[in-house]
């Protein structure tokens, strides 16, 4: 049966998925491995001020999260920014950024279960395994996919919280330093704290699945960005400016165990949360026409098809041994993401001052990318174009109705 042909209930999924969810998809998106491995880069550029820039990196990101809070409220469904793209800019655009979604996708769960399995001292076998064990958990269906990630969020943020429950103990020492013995860049101090604030905008591909869902993924991209900006601060603060390669650990030695379990579950939560949101990326451009309407199928919710298709391929780059050359064609994806759903915001005049001040810090982060990761965005986005100059998409649907359930 041709996606033409199949009635608009045959696509939607059950909307299942609360605020909890989402929170926890949200933090096991932005809060990952970022936060064990970025302390000490940020600390050597920042000195003492670390705990100042992850507040001026939250407040930057603000707006570009007002603007995925504006239009998850006006557009229900399942996709995210390339939802936001197609309404805005016509369907090419939106393959465009729902193909680089996808392939960043694939190629953030290879790169991630290779450095899981490398953090527990193992090869490819058992980053094919955890590739293998998330795609069977989300097969059960949209609920066991989302139980999972909040199993590993909670695991993660216990002993994160308890460790920034310390710098609360003494607010002024950990938000404001004392002194200063180095001149401080701020300006790659910054950029390496919007980096880690990315992954919030995955918040919104799930969108299709969310009880309520123009109050609940709202309320969960920006309280996620919000709750993350306050953690990250704090936790810079208890580490201070050592430089040392586990500065929170180093500063927290009763804690350390602890802090070790949260490293590992941190790993495997992004795993989880990509591993979640990949194959409903996959699903996005088939609802959409552009790939075949069998992908459409599901199981308790789940995009089966497009799981199975994911993983495979996905077990495909960890067995190429090859990944490194293909890092950069996803390490500017979120900020893509953040482009579209900025610009988009300002197309539909939902807002002005909010898009503008979006659009500002992507540029920012544009500007002063690396050339290989702008090369690798641009060799990605000119396959899109030569694949949507190929296909002709078919209508599943109106366009202004995509992903959206029969009581929207």
Same mark, same amino acid.
């Given at each position: ?128 395994? =955890?590739?293998?064990? &998330?795609? !069977? @958990?989300?097969?059960?269906? *949209?609920?066991?996919?989302? #139980?999972?990630?909040? +199993?590993? %969020? ?76 306050? =953690?990250?601060?704090? &936790?810079? !603060? @208890?580490?201070?400016?050592? *430089?040392?390669?586990?500065? #929170?650990?180093?500063? +927290?030695? %009763? ?80 900020? &893509? ?72």
């Amino acid at each position: 049966m041709q996606a033409s042909e199949m009635g608009h209930s045959d696509y939607s999924p059950p909307r299942r998925l609360g605020l909890f969810d989402f929170m926890c998809l949200g933090w096991n998106c932005v809060i990952g491995s970022g936060i064990f491995l970025t302390q000490g880069d940020i600390a050597k550029q920042v000195g003492p001020y670390g705990p100042l820039m992850f507040l001026i990196g939250g407040v930057c990101c603000l707006p570009i999260a007002l603007c995925f809070a504006q239009l998850a409220q006006k557009y229900h469904g399942t996709g995210g920014s390339s939802l936001y793209a197609r309404e805005a800019f016509g369907p090419r655009a939106g393959f465009l950024v729902g193909w680089v979604m996808w392939l960043s996708g694939l190629i953030g769960l290879s790169s991630v279960a290779v450095g899981l399995a490398e953090y527990l001292h193992q090869g490819s076998s058992l980053a094919c395994a =955890i590739v293998v064990v &998330l795609a !069977g @958990v989300n097969l059960l269906g *949209t609920r066991s996919g989302a #139980l999972s990630n909040n +199993l590993l %969020a909670i695991i993660k943020l216990g002993p994160l919280l308890l460790a920034a429950a310390v710098g609360l103990l003494h607010p002024a020492q950990t938000l404001w330093p004392a002194a200063v013995t180095t001149v401080p860049n701020y300006k790659l101090g910054l950029l390496l704290v919007l980096y880690t604030y990315s992954g919030f905008e995955e918040i919104t591909l799930a969108a299709g699945e969310a009880k309520d869902p123009e109050k609940t993924v709202p309320r969960a991209t920006v309280l996620v960005l919000i709750s993350s900006a306050i =953690i990250y601060t704090l &936790l810079q !603060g @208890v580490a201070g400016p050592a *430089t040392a390669a586990h500065p #929170l650990e180093a500063a +927290l030695p %009763a804690l350390a165990p602890a802090l070790a379990v949260a490293a590992l579950a941190s790993l495997a939560s992004v795993n989880a949360s990509i591993a979640f949101t990949t194959p409903r990326s996959l699903w996005t451009l088939a609802k959409q026409g552009w790939m075949p309407s069998r992908l459409l199928q599901l199981h308790h919710g789940a995009p089966s098809l497009c799981i199975l298709i994911s993983c495979g391929l996905t077990m495909s780059l960890i067995l190429s041994r090859n990944l490194q050359a293909l890092i950069a064609l996803s390490v500017l994806a979120a900020l &893509l993401q953040h482009l579209a759903a900025s610009l988009a915001c300002w197309q539909l005049g939902l807002s002005r001052v909010v898009p503008g001040l979006a659009i500002a810090t992507c540029l920012l982060l544009l500007c002063t990318s690396e050339v290989s990761h702008l090369l690798g965005m641009g060799a990605s986005l000119l396959i899109g174009a030569i694949v949507s100059a190929l296909v002709r998409p078919k209508e599943t649907e109106p366009p202004d109705g995509i992903g959206l359930s029969p009581e929207d």
